[in-house]
Antibody
């Protein structure tokens, strides 16, 4: 079964750091385009970070320079290192797999994790 | 940046109703538009991609259409399990993407 399971969320003070993990099953993360998205309480969805199968990374302007996306091939895991956290980073964070159609991209995300909650507060 | 505006933001409907949600882009985009359904406390679920292609396993009562700056999601006969929030998404500037603000469909 294709599945994503996130972990690592919690309460952190402003300026602190947190590392989120997303374990994949049923497929290999290094062969897919993967990303992190988030949803602040009562708000809509926001794309956060992306990594291609070749390792190219992209970040939303709101997190650029503070967040780092990476993969652990041995554990089939996607990670998000979050530094210099701010109150506005408070959200449920989802990892997701980009849908590929005939080896082409740009069709949305077809597999999502259940989400992990990050709260930034003193 | 391309902005997406969904309308309405809130929709009250009954079981069996035909429902249409519109998503307008701030500039002309290709057909790289997706639609998602999200229920409270759950992750979004992909319904439609490439503006009009039904994702595998999604009921045929869901359909998508549109081009350039105006796209729509239609539910032909609303079912009890369809009450949720719906989001459009543009991937014209892939891998960057943006979402609409959401449309909540309630009884």
């Amino acid at each position: 079964e294709v599945q994503l399971v996130e972990s690592g969320g919690g309460l952190v003070q402003p300026g602190g750091s947190l590392r989120l993990s997303c374990v994949a099953s049923g497929f290999t993360v290094t062969t897919k385009y993967m990303r992190w998205a988030r949803q602040a309480p009562g708000k809509g969805l926001e794309w956060v970070s992306f990594i291609s199968s070749g390792g190219a990374t992209y970040y939303a302007d709101s997190v650029k320079g503070r967040f780092t996306i990476s993969r652990d091939n041995s554990r089939n895991t996607l990670s998000l290192q979050m530094n210099s956290l701010r109150a506005e980073d408070t959200a449920v964070y989802y990892c997701a797999r980009d849908l590929a159609v005939a080896d082409a991209q740009g069709y949305g995300m077809d597999v999502w994790g259940q989400g992990t909650t990050v709260t930034v507060s003193s | 940046d391309i902005q997406l505006t969904q309308s309405p933001s809130f929709l009250s409907a009954s079981v069996g109703d035909r429902v249409t949600i519109t998503c307008r882009a701030s500039q002309a985009i290709s057909s790289y538009v997706a639609w998602y359904q999200q229920k409270p406390g759950k992750a979004p679920k992909l319904l439609i991609y490439a503006a009009s292609t039904l994702q595998s396993g999604v009921p045929s009562r869901f359909s998508g259409s549109g081009s350039r700056t105006e796209f729509s999601l239609t539910i032909s006969s609303l079912q009890p399990e369809d009450f949720a929030t719906y989001y459009c998404q543009q991937l014209n500037s892939y891998p960057q993407m943006t979402f609409g603000q959401g449309t909540k469909v309630e009884i």
